[in-house]
């Protein structure tokens, strides 16, 4: 977006994103057990705390407690971090988990229920999945099998690209009976493990029938299961058709369509990594797999972006000269250093979809007249008043209207 257009949304995408109602299926068998404890949580937020800043402040919290255990590791094949670090890592994943579930009741007591906080909300967890997969990937050691370590990450970038996939093509965010609350318990559960009995266990040899093989590819069997059940599901739904003319996505494309930008990402990660003289991947996972999570955060969310507009998928993205800059370096007989081009990939994919964010929010907050980060006093005023009455949103209400939040907001 550096070099790109000054405007990102056409005025036809923002027609289309006033009229866009946020629709979620969800049969999440832990989801009903925790709500107690979201809703009972969202009370003590006072009415004043823009929603995008709860969910911001959990993505920052995960982010900082997953980046301690990297720090003590930062090749994923060490001795790992002392065990109070994934005790760390376990608290701030439950942090985000709370605050991630929490953000949409407290734009709804607020009532500024709004486009960009459903885009905020998916915009930090694309980030999110990918610190929870490098952060367990970190404390299991599992740099010393390069090739599980980059199926199980570039696995879970997949994934959350193809669950809005069928987003885009059904129209309806769906969540399964294993889905999103259950794979974060597991990771906590995991991180758990490790704050009792240190990252060594990881290590301890099973047999099975003649085969031994460490305990941390255990959890990466699970995944390996997991994949099949969830890649059953979301492609199921989208074989089936969507809704918009003749079984096509909202924005009356083919299905296949969000495919390319998805390959995009994932295929020229797995041949640089193959390809590299200086085994690029294996010396450095983490910081190979953060430079391509850049890439993939930001097609992910220009994917929610054109459900949201229901408008034509743009293929190829600023975001992806990081990777072609790896590609070129190889093709050219690797004339840099891979290192460096890795760092230089890495800060270009960050500044890039940072500069994206503060486009497409600035926009949507000028089209709306909303702020992105605080509340209008009126709606302020309005939602203390509803609350001293006893009067709030029922939990399936989604908020007032996108002109009567800029309205209050344009008095303020």
């Known amino acids: 977006m550096l070099f790109g257009r000054d405007r990102l949304l056409s005025p036809a995408q923002l027609a289309n994103l006033d009229s866009h109602k946020y629709s979620c299926q969800s049969n999440s068998i832990l989801d009903p057990y925790m709500q107690p404890?979201?809703?009972?949580?969202?009370?003590?937020?006072?009415?004043?705390?823009?929603?995008?800043?709860?969910?911001?402040?959990?993505?920052?919290?995960?982010?900082?407690?997953?980046?301690?255990?990297?720090?003590?590791?930062?090749?994923?094949?060490?001795?790992?971090?002392?065990?109070?670090?994934?005790?760390?890592?376990?608290?701030?994943?439950f942090f985000y988990q709370s605050l991630d579930a929490i953000d949409g009741k407290q734009a709804r007591r607020t009532g500024t229920s709004s486009p960009l906080g459903e885009l905020f909300d998916h915009g930090c967890d694309s980030v999110s999945v990918i610190f929870v997969a490098v952060g367990v990937s970190t404390m299991t050691g599992l740099g010393a099998h390069p090739m599980v370590m980059f199926m199980v990450c570039f696995t879970a970038i997949a994934l959350f690209y193809s669950a809005h996939w069928q987003t885009f093509v059904s129209g309806t965010l769906k969540f399964g009976r294993i889905d999103v609350t259950e794979e974060q318990w597991c990771v906590i559960s995991l991180y758990l493990v490790g704050a009792v009995f240190g990252s060594e266990i990881w290590n301890l040899q099973l047999s099975l029938g003649g085969v031994v093989f460490p305990l941390k590819l255990v959890p990466c069997a699970v995944t390996a299961v997991m994949t099949v059940y969830h890649v059953h599901e979301y492609f199921d739904s989208i074989f089936r058709g969507g809704i918009g003319k003749n079984g096509s996505t909202v924005a009356g494309t083919s299905v296949l369509s969000p495919s390319i930008p998805l390959a995009l990402v994932v295929v020229p990660a797995f041949v640089i990594c193959q390809k590299s003289i200086e085994d690029v991947f294996g010396n450095n996972p983490v910081l190979y797999i953060f430079a391509f999570s850049m890439v993939a955060s930001k097609v992910t969310c220009k994917l929610v972006v054109a459900h949201m507009t229901k408008s034509e998928l743009e293929y190829f993205d600023s975001s992806m000269i990081g990777p072609a800059m790896l590609f070129l370096n190889q093709y050219f007989s690797t004339y840099f250093r891979e290192y460096y081009v890795l760092w230089v990939c890495l800060i270009w994919g960050l500044v890039d979809f940072l500069d994206y964010w503060r486009k497409i929010c600035t926009e949507i907050c000028d089209h709306m007249d909303i702020y992105c980060f605080r509340i209008g006093s009126q709606s302020a005023t309005a939602a203390s008043s509803s609350s001293h009455a006893g009067v709030s949103a029922p939990a399936g209400s989604p908020g007032v209207s996108a002109r009567v939040t800029r309205a209050r907001s344009k008095a303020s």
């Open 37 to 93: 404890w979201w809703n009972w949580l969202v009370t003590k937020c006072p009415l004043w705390l823009a929603p995008n800043l709860i969910t911001l402040a959990g993505l920052a919290v995960n982010i900082v407690t997953t980046l301690i255990v990297v720090y003590h590791n930062p090749d994923a094949k060490g001795k790992g971090a002392p065990q109070w670090t994934y005790l760390l890592a376990a608290v701030g994943l």
